[in-house]
Every structure is written in structure tokens, then in C-alpha cells.
């Protein structure tokens, strides 16, 4: 009922009261028409609040949608058997303004409840004989239910949102994770191709530690072998040479550089270079630089030089 119905309705109740004195027989008090009147005000108060309320809720109902979509949007479609990839899924800018959306939902539904139980309040405060006062807050009391029903709906599906972002939230974490742990993989299997080890020394030293040994040859006299061939040891410990990345090792410095130095690893030197390059395969310099690391290393990753 709007407020000049309302208004009607004091008019009609002063009549009746004014009426009834006259009779001379008056059932209702002289001051039941300020009483009429303060009731009147208070349900155009109520159906004011009503009305805003109904608005405010209607707004909010608006705003979930909205932020339903965007949600739904932001998952996308999530087939049980697509391969996880690094990145995908919700960002953080996104889910910070998902967040912040719900956030402000739930300050409007609750504000909205707060609203609604004060006007409850306001409305069973009323009591009236009046049979028209009482059909109006009957009617109210219906709106005033019906709305309440509306924010327990808005809150249940603004709890539904805030499951959904939750769940986002844990996605990309075990997606953050999962990304980690594949990047370092990865960079793990990387970094183990691109090793490569290399040492140098003389013959000696080189049999000492195990690196190479000597095959085939002929003994001549007692302590005479001749004809020997060195050949890296079959099995070969990374400890007893230094580790180096074939992508930023240039070269690999020789200790004398008046010395003669010849590799007998499986590595090609049509691949590298020294300062004097002789026959046999043996080279002499500060250092032996690699011109094709690829192509060098792809026979063996050991290196080993044996200075003569």
C-alpha cells in the first residue's frame, strides 16, 4: 500500500473516531486517532524500507550473475583428461578480482540482512485492531518473508562462489607446483646433456687414477713395451675429472705449453684446435679450443688428454 492509501486509511479512522464520540457511546479513545496515525507513519516507514530493500536485493541478485559469469568464464571448460600445461587456469590477477567481488557481495547480502531484521523488528512491533491495518501487515509481513528467503538464496549461492574461487585457488597452486616441479625437470635433464668432464696428464699419472690403460703392444727386452695403444678405462669415475657445460666451455687449458699433447678419448680434433697442430693427432699450446662443441662431444663426454 503506498502512503497516500496510507494516509486515506488515518483519514477514514479519524471519522470513525469522531464518529463515535458524537454517538456519546465512544469505544475508542480520544487520542486513538494520534495512535492511528503514529501506526500509518510507521507502515509507510516499512513499506519505504521494503522497497529499497527489494531494489538493493534486486541489484545484488544482479551482481551474483554477473560474477557467476565471470567465474564461469575464468574455469573455461576443464576435460578430465587434458594434459596440464604450465600457466593455464586462473591468474592471480584474476582470482584477487574474483575475490574481491564476492568480498563486496557478501558485505551487500549482510547489510541487506541487517536491514531486512530491523525492519522485521519495526513490523511485529505493530499491533493494531484495525482489520485494514492488520490486511496491510499481513501483506508486508509476506514481502518482508519473501525477501529474507531471497537473501538466504543469495547467500547460499554467494557460499557456492566462494567454493568455487577456493577451488580455483587450490587448482593453481597444484598448477604453480606442477609447473615447478616440470621446469625443474627440465632444466634438470638440461643441465645433465650439457655436462661434459675432461682431464689431462701424463701417461702415468692418467694409469694411476684408473683413467686409461694401455692395449696391445710388444715386449721388447725385460722392461721394454713397444706398440701400446691407450684407450680410456671402461669404466670412467666424473670424480677424477673436471666437470665443465659443453654450451661455455671454449677450451680446455694444457698445463706446458712446450709439450706435446694428443687425445686418446673418443673425441674428434677435425672439431678443435691448438696453437701447432702435428701429425699423429698431437697438438702443442696453452690450450686446445673447441670450434664445434656439438660435434666434439657427441662421441664421448669424458675428455682425455695424455701429455707426452
Known sequence: MRVHGLASLVTGLSLV?????GGGEARIPVDSTEYYRTQVQNLATISSEKDSLLRDLTETTRLITDVSMEL????????????????????TDAR??????VRQLTTRVRRSEARLASTRRRLDS??????????????????ISDLEAMVQSQKTTIQTLTDQVSSLMAQNVRLAQEKAVLEDTVSAITERENEVYYIVGTKNELKTK???TEEGGTRFLLFTRTGETLTPARVLDPEQ???ADLRTLAEVALPRNN???????KQDLAYAEADQMKKNNKFRG???????????????????IVEN
Do not use: H
Request: aromatic share 8%; proline share 6%; net charge negative.
Open 72 to 91: 564461469a568464464t575464468i574455469q573455461g571448460p576443464s576435460p578430465t583428461n587434458a594434459p596440464v600445461v604450465g600457466g593455464e587456469g586462473m591468474t
Open 241 to 243: 675429472f673436471t666437470l
Open 259 to 265: 709439450k706435446d699433447y694428443r687425445i686418446v678419448s
Open 17 to 21: 473516531v469522531v464518529a463515535c464520540q
Open 210 to 212: 684408473g683413467i686409461i
Open 286 to 304: 696453452g690450450a686446445l679450443r673447441i670450434l664445434n662443441p656439438e660435434s666434439f662431444w657427441e662421441p664421448s663426454k669424458f675428455l682425455i
Open 96 to 101: 584477487a578480482e574474483v575475490l574481491t567481488k
Open 126 to 143: 505493530l499491533a493494531t485492531t484495525s482489520d485494514s491495518l492488520q490486511s496491510t501487515l499481513a501483506v508486508y509481513a509476506a514481502t
